[in-house]
């Protein structure tokens, strides 16, 4: 057994080394952030340099043979502790993570970079012009990219497995089709039987809202249920996102639309709940690659646990409804709050995934899902995604987008990222939020009394000791058996859109 006095400078020599790595790391989300919401259009083409050459030092240093010989030379020390110590657990995940990175060459990383960096300039322009000619060949080169990414990482069982393990770890191909197909099978029916009704009247949220008092109250919001702005703001962006750049400097941005209400609030809230998860990371993690969330799917749970069954909770708007109608009196002074909450949970067939209701959601992130693993398996070409995309919402939403811009072109995500690995989160999310916060009632009855009468922190002091301050030291199966003392399921999901839309919709 080696003594902590041997295994001490080297260990120090570690967290060293990995601190430089983040802060480059973070230094690159800085410029990302700024692209996507400062910058003006003529500094890409030296945006994307800059990025790419961050990122290429990044994934340099971390490959650096150095680092695998410290995580040799601390394996015993590791074996030597709990597993699930502090200690034990930065080594084993930066194991994990330097054993993936090694596999992959750091020029390659670097043009990926440069590639994604052109490829959101011009998705960024092409949407609005809805122009998908425009985005085809870089969406091409991107395919390409990601099917290379793929191969470095021999013996998958399908070729969007590496790219899906990355950030859901421990996730596949095959177990995520069989999931989803079972998650669906419980979805369509409900589905029907909502759609086939007259749909609820939310005209009320299709009035004139002015930008400014709509940031007043999202800000409001948010800092509210425990969005910290000291360490944190909010600001303007074409597709809204959270990034960090340490836990004391985690930043959300939202879109709004004047003549619809709930785009902005709900954006705003949703990516409130990833902040707070980051926030709420234990403060000696800083620096290293535990001061992250689990995963893509645990980070999502979190977000959409605020977004929907908190913030479209009919309690969470006793509360706030009040508030509401003072920002804007003209527009909701004759609204009654039964109106307003069957208004912002309202079921229909929509063509737009980030405006989709909690019932359609998930058939929205399953197309994408499925989409991505044609194109990756050699089925689908990105020519004809934009057919294939057309048929696919038929098929299953009972709707043809109109134009490119509100079809294949909405998400920023294969524009500015990967294909594969990019949208299974949504659907893991949705059914880990129901779960998690299945067990938080559990465990504290009372939540949802507090909610109605302005007390979140309860809630939110419950989900910062039992997944926050834990950042990701633990697997997604392990934090969600630790947290709700089962494996990943679908009945708590299930149980709470038949429980809360059933009453709506009096199904």
């Known amino acids: ?59 340099e240093k971390f490959i650096d043979p150095a680092i695998g010989e410290l995580l040799e030379n ?40 440069l590639h994604r960096t052109e490829s959101y300039g011009v998705w960024a322009k092409a949407k609005p012009e809805n122009n998908f ?9 991107t395919l390409e990219f990601c099917q290379e990414y793929a191969n470095f990482f021999p013996g998958y069982e399908h070729i969007a497995d590496p790219l899906i393990d990355e950030v859901d770890y421990g996730m596949k191909a095959a177990s995520l089709r069989s999931l989803f197909a079972e998650l669906r099978q419980e979805l369509v029916p409900i589905v029907e039987a909502i759609t086939c009704q007259t749909p609820a009247d939310d005209a009320c949220l299709h009035q004139h809202f002015p930008e400014l008092e709509q940031i007043a109250f999202s800000h409001k919001v948010i800092e509210k249920i425990g969005y910290d ?55 000696k993690f800083e620096g290293s690659p535990l001061a992250d969330g689990t995963s893509s799917g645990v980070h999502e749970s979190q977000s959409r646990l605020w977004e929907n ?40 067939r929509s063509l ?25 398996e050699g089925k689908l070409a990105v020519k004809d995604l934009p057919e294939a995309w057309n048929d696919r919402f038929k098929t299953d939403l009972g709707i043809v987008p109109p134009n490119h811009s509100q079809g294949v072109m909405q998400d920023v995500h294969w524009y500015t990222g990967r294909i594969g690995g990019m949208f299974q989160c949504y659907t893991l999310g949705n059914i880990m939020s129901a779960q998690i916060f299945a067990a938080a009632l559990k465990a504290i009855p009372e939540i949802p009394t507090q909610l109605q009468q302005g007390n979140f922190s309860t809630l939110l002091n419950w989900l910062q000791e039992n ?28 149980s709470y859109i038949r429980q809360k839309y059933g009453e709506i919709y009096q199904l």
């Open 1 to 59: 057994m080696q003594t902590l006095e041997k295994t001490e400078p080297k260990l120090q020599e570690l967290k060293t080394r990995l601190i430089e790595i983040k802060d480059i790391e973070s230094a690159a989300a800085v410029l990302y952030w700024d692209q996507a919401t400062y910058m003006p259009p003529g500094g890409a083409a030296a945006r994307g340099r800059q990025m790419a050459t961050l990122r290429q030092i990044a994934h």
């Open 74 to 113: 601390l394996r015993a020390y590791e074996e030597s502790l709990p597993d699930d110590s502090d200690e034990a657990s930065l080594i084993r995940v930066t194991r994990r993570l330097y054993d993936r990175a090694v596999q992959v060459p750091a020029k390659f990383m670097a043009q990926f970079s």
């Open 133 to 141: 000619s425009a985005v085809q060949p870089y969406l091409e080169k």
């Open 229 to 283: 702005l000291q360490r944190g703001r909010q600001d303007k962006t074409l597709h809204p996102f959270m990034t960090s750049f340490s836990i004391s400097d985690v930043r959300i941005t939202t879109r709004v639309y004047e003549n619809h209400l709930g785009q902005a609030l709900f954006s705003a809230i949703h990516e409130s709940g990833h902040a707070m998860y980051e926030q709420g990371i234990n403060r």
């Open 309 to 348: 069954l908190v913030g479209r909770s009919r309690g969470f708007w006793q509360y706030f409804y009040p508030q509401l109608q003072e920002f804007f009196p003209t527009q909701l002074g004759n609204v009654s709050l039964e109106t307003f909450y069957r208004s912002i949970n309202k079921v229909e």
């Open 352 to 376: 737009i995934r980030t405006d989709s209701d909690e019932v359609t959601y998930n058939l929205h992130v399953m197309i994408r899902f499925d989409l991505e693993l044609a194109m990756l």
């Open 467 to 494: 997944i926050y301050y834990h950042g990701s030291k633990y697997t997604t199966a392990d934090l969600i058996q630790r947290v709700t003392g089962s494996s990943l399921s679908i009945k708590p999901f299930i």
